[in-house]
């Protein structure tokens, strides 16, 4: 695994430069884009969110496209439309955005839900149909959605069948006062991320991301994820729990972590740390919690302290 290794520190090294004092969450990015998933960014404006995904993009050389979301746009306006060609009197159809290798879709909240719709057959199939015609898109395709979770004014909350299509949500946060004062210092001629160079190519990421499905994942590791993702739906400040999705996408992450950290092996610890990204947008809290202010992080957190942990078993 020293290869993807390689590969996922070349690039996590490379996002640093331009993202200060973020090491993990540039490394859930990298684990998702290893992992073939999309990424949902939630928190308040100006911490750097539309800069991560460029700067990712940048990093793999790939085709990048931004979509800024607003109440007016139409599913049209980001999958494509078919055009009448008055020379050869045929309908041609030209691509919208979504037709990048990585796509930055800002303010995802702030479309309808119609538009907002336009995006679940790119994000699980990654394909797009316009007019009865399928289009691929082209690999590795991967959504990166960014969201303010303060201002409701005018915005549409994801739903569900949406949210669940996201592998991971990451919340960057303010930075320190030093990250700061090291911001403006990288920031005083040019911004750093006109000087970001590629630094893997997309045949390489391509075959890490193949190269991962390898790693090993023991039976027990297995149901001990199994067994966590179970316990969301049955406890009792859950409204609705995670989907099989959820299991999947912690069995994927942790695939890809062990990876990262040079191990051809997952660990009970590597789901311990994942459990929580994978999981938390995809519970609903129930109305009795919710007035207490029981959020979701803190139930995966009760069923990881609750759940034991799956130890050694010697093989006959």
Do not use: W
């Not at 969450?25 to 960014?41: D, N, P, R």
């Not at 750093?192 to 991962?212: C, F, G, R, Y």
């Not at 990881?304 to 006959?316: K, T």
């Amino acid at each position: 695994m020293t290869n993807v290794q390689d590969i996922a520190n070349r690039i996590v090294e490379n996002v640093e430069r331009v993202i200060v004092g973020k090491r993990t969450a540039v490394q859930l990015t990298v684990l998702g884009l290893l992992c073939q998933g999309h990424i949902l960014i939630e928190d308040v404006p100006g911490v750097g969110k539309t800069v991560l995904a460029k700067s990712l993009a940048r990093s793999v050389g790939c085709k990048f496209q931004r979509i800024q979301f607003t109440p007016d746009m139409l599913p049209s306006d980001v999958t494509g439309v078919s055009v009448f060609n008055q020379k050869n009197r045929e309908f041609e159809f030209r691509p919208g955005p979504i037709h990048a290798q990585i796509v930055l879709v800002d303010e995802i909240n702030r479309a309808t839900p119609k538009t907002q719709s336009a995006l679940l057959e790119a994000m699980e199939e990654r394909q797009v149909t316009v007019d009865g015609k399928t289009y691929p898109l082209e690999p590795p395709f991967m959504v990166l959605a960014t969201q303010n979770p303060i201002e409701y004014e005018g915005t549409f909350p994801l739903p569900e069948a949406q949210l669940d299509r996201f592998l991971v949500r990451i919340h960057l946060g303010y930075p320190t006062k030093e990250q700061e004062v090291e911001i403006l210092d990288k920031q005083q001629y040019v911004h750093p991320i006109e000087e970001l160079e590629q630094v893997v190519s997309v045949e390489d990421l391509l075959a890490a991301q193949k190269a991962i499905k390898d790693i090993y994942v023991d039976e027990l590791v297995k149901e001990y994820i199994v067994e966590i993702v179970r316990q969301t739906r049955e406890h009792p400040d859950v409204y609705l729990g995670s989907s099989p999705r959820g299991a999947l996408a912690i069995y994927r992450l942790c695939q890809a972590r062990a990876a990262l950290l040079g191990r051809d092996f997952v660990l009970p610890d590597d789901v311990k740390a994942l459990a929580g990204p994978a999981l938390n947008h995809r519970i609903i809290v129930g109305p009795a919690a919710r007035i207490k202010d029981i959020e979701p992080a803190a139930i995966v957190q009760d069923v990881l302290d609750r759940l034991p942990v799956p130890g050694a078993q010697v093989r006959s």
